[in-house]
């Protein structure tokens, strides 16, 4: 686990020729009826925890197939209380030892001393009593309370080899309201936010043999000239586009974030994990639902690598 | 458990004469050497949640005598995995079960669809299996996202009378990089923020027979100004004021605050459970923690008091 984070994503999105992650939201409610009906007769909160187990360890044998690395949302399990939890640990070491790459999107942020703490649980080595517990190989985290917060993160992802995908321009419908705030000095609030965080992006500890660091950033692909100005801001972080699919992203807005084919990762959840709530799969194949997750990747793969340039 | 939550919080406050929240922090290396050695000879990870169990239990008993509310700060939960998770379940229900009202300091914000999960898991009812969970009575949330991201927190909010604290103006020293910068219409990031969160606090459903709203802020007391601009904008709004003691905040920025006594409570961690390590009461109580824990609550309560004018 000496390898850097961005190194190890970035040789793993060439190994797969995709530049794609596959979000782990498992929403009871969604989860194809066939999964659970198996666990029915039990009471609801284990019943709920089995199917997620159950549809999940699922998912992750295909998509494993096809894509280097799956991000897990932390929200669907801690829904679950301390079972969910233990379910969100178990799942990331099914998901590591299928050879994926994970990133845990807790989007946590506090101050310093209490980052320590989140940074120690999440993102750090971990055991309980003699048993090593696996966690991501990187975290999202909110940089809103300040740069000074993120210190005991960018620590503990150097110290481990690990990676941060740091909020900057979220894909969300109100994102602008707050993010896009025209400042005094011209820019935007998020562009004075990237131009801060690419001072501790270009940290030597971070970035790696291929010139990217560590230190990514999640950058919404909403509006053409938000990417463009963000991707220039901050030339050496690797994006996480959330929002493609079911959020409505073009590939024109993902196109931007890329350079030569590199630098960025596109993900989507539901448009997957769903895939047979969609006609255009259920209609091909039937309730065979893994089928449905199966052509959904591959579908995203194919369209995200020719506007990439990499199908 | 109909009755509003800012109306059980003021009450609870006149009752007990103290706008004072303890911050459950329990920081096993700081937890005193008492306690940690009778846990000595378990595994690492039992050894510490049995000292949090134990530390917690015990400054619960004696806090809960002179102030109204507690604040977990679940970071140093979520440290233990989830063991830790299910000792603050645990331990919120104790608290709970000793009359305090209690805050989950989670700061948890995310896109609206996942914010909603977020909610069901910290701030509505809850079961496992047969077993009804304690869930916090009102917790702290991140609104970098977007104000629209903190509708299903407010609808969880009004369903289950529950309050929000919404992080407006942080205590820590890099706040002002973010939170202050000034925008292009003349007023600061944060002032921005607490005139859209105004309007969302001034709703009828979430403001009690006191005339103060469940929609609370979280402001550090850093810097006069920056306090009596925000108090302006958020008239309505129960601030929650980290900073007090450790974090050096001052009796003057405290006071504007408050309105007529009311409206603001100051929150203490560090300064409180760990008041064995400082000399002032180490000195004279000995290795008796308990004691020191409990004499800085008191002088918390007093100084605060006459800061408020309710000593």
Chains 1, 2 share one sequence.
Request: aromatic share 8%.
């Amino acid at each position: 686990m000496s390898e850097m984070f961005c190194d190890r994503l970035l040789d793993a999105i060439d190994e797969k020729r995709a530049p794609i992650c596959v979000g782990i939201d498992p929403i009871v409610e969604s989860i194809p009826a066939a999964v659970r009906e198996k666990f029915k007769s039990r009471n609801e909160s284990e019943a709920a925890i089995d199917a997620i187990f159950e549809f999940t360890t699922k998912v992750l044998k295909i998509v494993s197939q096809h894509v280097p690395i799956v991000k897990f949302q932390s929200a669907y399990f801690e829904q679950h209380l301390w079972e969910g939890v233990e379910a969100y640990y178990s799942l990331i070491q099914e998901a590591k030892d299928m050879g994926l790459l994970v990133i845990g999107d807790v989007k946590r942020g506090d101050i310093g001393s209490t980052v320590a703490a989140y940074a120690a649980g999440h993102l750090a080595e971990q055991s309980s009593g003699d048993d090593e517990i696996a966690t991501p190989d990187a975290i999202t985290v909110n940089p809103m309370l300040g740069l000074d917060t993120l210190e005991p993160f960018i620590k503990t992802a150097k110290d481990y080899s690990r990676g941060l995908f740091v909020l900057v321009r979220t894909s969300n419908p109100g994102s602008a309201e707050l993010q896009d705030a025209p400042l005094a000095s011209g820019q935007t609030w998020s562009e004075m936010l990237a131009d801060k965080l690419s001072v501790l992006a270009a940290d030597k500890g971070l970035v790696g043999s291929h010139g990217w660091s560590s230190l990514g950033a999640v950058v919404g692909a909403t509006q053409p000239h938000t990417m463009q100005s963000i991707r220039g801001r901050l030339p050496k972080s690797i994006f996480l586009l959330p929002g493609y699919g079911a959020q409505g992203a073009t590939a024109e807005m993902t196109r931007m974030a890329f350079r030569d084919g590199r630098g960025a990762i596109v993900s989507a959840s539901r448009s997957i994990l769903y895939a047979h709530e969609e006609a255009k799969y259920s209609s091909q194949f039937g309730t065979n639902w893994e089928k449905c997750v199966e052509a959904a990747v591959v579908d995203m793969k194919r369209e995200v690598g020719q506007v990439v340039g990499i199908a």
